[in-house]
């Protein structure tokens, strides 16, 4: 079967940096995408990853390793805005997403 | 109209009735989708549209139609409502041009079956 593991919870300090990681087992890999979900609201897009490596985008960075089957959301200078939850997907052969249950992160000034 | 739009915002809806759950976009994409989202599960596709006038099942479609007369509307009909389908419904949509595999997602319908 298709699966994608994420950490339920994770907590950190304002400020910091915290790497919330997603590993995935899926019928074929077309491309893994990052979102946010704050309480209550729709997810929005954050990044995308197709090749191996870091996509850095301004406080946020996505790392991909297919052979490994492994992505993690990286996530710096942490603001109290930044609580939410942040779901993993994976496109698979049929170019269907797969998604994570979504990891909740909670933010402490 | 900028993006995607649900209607209703949400809904507690007798077992047994029909209900439909409407989807709008104005950024003429060509793929529509329909997930549900539960607490401790990742979203769950019900039913896609690659184009207007196809569609396709998804992981969770049993209790659920859908339609795609237009590239605008994509509608989602519970024909007989039943409790399990208590849950969020998100409508999403991709195909810009430059970013064609990403999914824009609408605010969400909160619908409670009694």
């Known amino acids: 079967g298709q699966n994608i593991d994420q950490p339920t919870e994770m907590t950190a300090t304002e400020g910091a940096i915290v790497q919330i990681n997603c590993t995935y087992q899926?019928?074929?890999?077309?491309?893994l995408f990052w979102y946010q979900q704050h309480a209550g609201e729709a997810p929005t897009f954050l990044s995308y990853?197709?090749l191996d490596g870091l996509e850095e985008k301004g406080r946020f960075s996505s790392f991909l390793s297919r052979s490994k089957g492994y992505s993690y959301l990286l996530l710096k200078e942490l603001q109290m805005k930044d609580s939410a939850s942040y779901l993993c997907?994976?496109?698979?052969?049929?170019?269907?997403?797969?998604w994570g249950a979504g990891t909740k992160l909670i933010i402490k000034p | 109209i900028a993006g995607i739009t649900q209607a209703p915002t949400s809904q507690i809806l007798a077992a047994g009735r029909r209900m439909t759950l409407r989807c709008t976009q104005d950024?003429?994409?060509?793929?529509m989708y329909w997930y549900r989202q539960d607490l401790g599960l990742g979203l769950r596709l019900i039913h896609y549209s690659n184009t207007a006038g196809t569609t396709g099942k998804g992981e969770v479609p049993d209790g659920y139609s859908v339609s795609r007369a237009n590239t605008d509307d994509f509608p989602l009909t519970l024909a007989s409502a039943v409790p399990s389908q208590t849950s969020v419904y998100f409508c999403?949509?991709?195909?810009?041009?430059?970013?064609?595999?990403?999914?824009?997602f609408g605010p969400g319908t909160r619908l409670t079956v009694l």
């Open positions: 899926t019928s074929g890999f077309n491309g």
């Open positions: 950024m003429r994409h060509n793929a």
């Open positions: 999403a949509s991709s195909g810009s041009p430059d970013r064609p595999d990403t999914q824009y």
């Open positions: 990853n197709v």
């Open positions: 997907a994976v496109r698979d052969s049929n170019y269907q997403l797969i």
